[in-house]
């Protein structure tokens, strides 16, 4: 079905669908009234003017209170400053602008291609997507992370890393998701850039040792290990293979390390072969699918980090099966086993979310050309098979046509175009680029006090 042909009927769709999606986000889905945020609010403005301790603020009425290493409470100390409206009006803005940069990146140089109309209906869509819907409601950081760690990806990715890795260690030393991308960088033998980022997480970590050694002291040795502050494993949203296990009742930590264990090794299988490749945008995807599966806990907002996979799949031209797992991240069907998990049914609907990550981490396009690629090789092929002017019968001809090759970053090798939207040289396992280049800190699921098609969140156990 085509769309509208003029520009006045393409501004008509952009404000139906903009009104059907507000109405949708509106009534539908939880508003989850920036609990998170409020979190860290009342923990920096505790901390700041009223003496308290990080990890010991509470949000009135609830358990829930600061998990995130003490450098994050560094970062957000601005917010001591400002109003608790001021504050989610920054939130808003902060991700909004983190949402571009990440959009920036995974688009590469096909963001010209689509003007204000694709990019419009794009914005229509993203609102749908569950992740993104409660990273904004919940007032989270996922996004501003992800933005960090995927800009360090293209200045790996365009042979411009002298500091590639910083954004990776800060992104670390914030929420310990990301640190997985450490590991990235040494599949990838980035060495200089692992050593960054590893430096620069180390140096954030000791900055907030220095500035308060107490709340450092009870994070590391407690409660970076008491699951306990952040919610119950078996929450329907929690979406990680401990969700999974602690949802079939055996939350055991032996069979969920074994299970651990077992992702990590195909993660370090499948993202060797992205990197021997130079498939960076895959090798990334692969990593943040990973970070998911293996932290403890996984809520739903985490899973910001599937966009990536997303965008793997539509540039190698799987764009039926990217729009088919995204609809069912639009959907909140986990939700529907909020109460009782139990049976076949609950096992595969309630983990809906993580079978699509594990799917993704196992079936992936990784380290193979993309439709890109291809359309760049058959284009040079039928401008080769142009046939030229008729020459004399008994005259040879000399000279031999040099196919098109591919950069280690998936571009032509003449131009500065990447397959993967990322540009330049992309990685490989054995350079260095010239110019020199526990699981999861889980935070606390958060709820709203507003009524909604959802049940609101038990305390933990």
């Known amino acids: 079905m085509r769309g509208p042909g003029t520009d006045r009927g393409r501004v008509l769709l952009v404000l139906a669908l903009g009104t059907a999606v507000t109405v949708f986000t509106a009534t539908v889905p939880l508003l989850r009234d920036f609990f998170d945020l409020r ?134 030393a914030i929420k310990l998701t990301p640190a997985v991308f450490i590991g990235l960088l040494l599949i990838a033998r980035r060495w200089r850039a692992a050593a960054l980022a590893t430096a620069v997480a180390a140096g954030a970590t000791g900055l907030a040792a220095w500035a308060d050694p107490g709340a450092s002291r009870f994070y590391w040795t407690e409660a970076l290990w008491d699951t306990g502050r952040v919610g119950r494993l078996d929450y329907v949203s929690n979406q ?117 990550t594990l799917g993704l981490l196992l079936g992936l396009p990784a380290g193979q050309p993309s439709a890109f690629r291809l359309f760049l090789a058959r284009s040079a092929s039928a401008t080769a098979a142009v046939p030229r002017q008729a020459a004399p019968a008994m005259t040879p001809v000399s000279g031999q046509s040099e196919p098109v090759s591919a950069g280690a970053g998936g571009g032509a090798a003449t131009g500065g175009t990447d397959a993967a939207g990322w540009g330049g040289r992309g990685i490989s396992a054995s350079s260095e680029p010239t110019g020199s280049t526990r699981p999861d800190a889980a935070n606390p699921q958060s709820r709203s006090a507003r009524a909604s098609s959802y049940t609101a969140k038990p305390p933990p156990s």
């Open 39 to 172: 979190v860290y609010y009342g923990a920096v403005d505790g901390w700041v003017h009223h003496g308290g301790r990080i990890y010991d603020y509470r949000v009135p009425g609830t358990p829930y209170g600061f998990t995130y290493p003490p450098f994050a409470a560094l970062v957000m100390l601005p917010m001591a400053l400002m109003p608790l409206r001021t504050a989610v009006a920054a939130s808003l803005l902060l991700n909004l602008a983190a949402l571009a940069v990440v959009l920036r990146i995974l688009a590469g140089l096909a963001w010209r291609r689509h003007g204000w109309y694709g990019w419009a209906l794009a914005a229509c869509l993203l609102a749908l997507f569950e992740p993104l819907r409660d990273t904004f409601s919940f007032g989270q950081v996922n996004l501003l992370l992800l933005a960090l760690v995927l800009a360090d990806g293209r200045l790996l990715a365009t042979g411009r890393g002298r500091w590639a890795g910083a954004g990776i260690g800060l992104a670390a």
């Open 240 to 356: 990680s293979l401990q969700g999974v296990l602690a949802r079939l009742g055996e939350p055991g930590r032996p069979v969920w390390a074994t299970a651990v264990l077992l992702v990590l090794c195909v993660w370090a299988w499948r993202a060797r072969g992205a990197v021997a490749a130079g498939d960076w945008p895959a090798a990334v995807a692969l990593t943040g699918l990973t970070a998911c599966l293996v932290s403890p806990i996984t809520w739903v907002h985490h899973l910001v980090w599937l966009l990536p996979s997303f965008a793997v799949l539509v540039r190698t031209g799987h764009v039926r099966l990217a729009g088919a797992l995204y609809a069912v991240l639009c959907t909140s069907v986990v939700w529907l086993w909020y109460d009782d998990a139990s049976g076949l049914d609950g096992f595969l609907g309630s983990n809906a979310y993580t079978w699509i």
